[in-house]
């Protein structure tokens, strides 16, 4: 049996969660809804206040999805419930973020200004002008927002100029050694 995919996902009593007869389980709570789409023999139940992932035979496959699906619907519940959010924090001479509108508007640099649009579903805030925040229900369109923002400056290992996540550390290299 699977160690993760055997846990219950407990959810909040303001949390409400369908389970529809095409395996697609919406989960709704606060001011989000997200739904998660079950393939494979992997059935769904909702007994109480818990979520229950079973699997239908112990092919390989099988297992994996067994894992997996309850790990997706783990996220769902506390993306609907808390939200996921991830910092970045931007480390160089005359680099700044800024909101405007829908769009998030970067200084790196670079001869022009870098402009993003923020998806819908995504929440982005500047505190100071080198730290944003990408927050949303879904965590992996908050990760993969995160990393195409970081992919516009990634940090280098000599001066630690770009874009990291709060919690990376930069690895740093020292420069040229000087003459012989």
């Known amino acids: 049996m699977s160690r993760i995919g055997k846990q219950p996902i407990p959810f909040?009593?303001?949390?409400?969660?369908?389970?529809?007869?095409?395996?697609l389980i919406s989960i709704k709570g606060g001011k989000h809804e997200l739904n998660v789409q079950i393939d494979g023999p992997i059935n769904v139940g909702v007994e109480g206040a818990e979520i229950l992932v079973k699997r239908e035979n112990d092919e390989p496959k099988t297992r994996a999805l067994h894992g997996l699906y309850r790990s997706l619907l783990s996220n769902a519940v506390v993306g609907v419930e808390k939200g996921w959010e991830k910092t970045l924090l931007l480390n160089g001479v005359g680099y700044r973020a800024a909101v405007?509108?829908?769009n998030l508007e970067l200084s790196l640099g670079y001869s022009h200004p870098v402009v993003f649009p923020i998806p819908a579903g995504i929440e982005i805030k500047v505190e100071k002008q080198t730290s944003v925040k990408v927050a949303g229900p879904d965590k992996a369109q908050v990760g993969q927002v995160s990393a195409v923002i970081r992919g516009f400056r990634p940090p280098e290992p000599f001066l630690?100029?770009?874009?990291?996540?709060?919690?990376?550390?930069?690895?740093?290299?020292?420069?040229?050694?000087?003459a012989k």
Do not use: F, L, P
């Not at 909040?12 to 395996?23: E, L």
């Open 12 to 23: 909040a009593s303001g949390t409400k969660v369908n389970v529809s007869d095409s395996n």
């Open 100 to 102: 405007s509108g829908k």
């Open 160 to 178: 630690g100029k770009g874009i990291k996540y709060s919690d990376e550390h930069i690895r740093r290299k020292a420069g040229k050694s000087g």
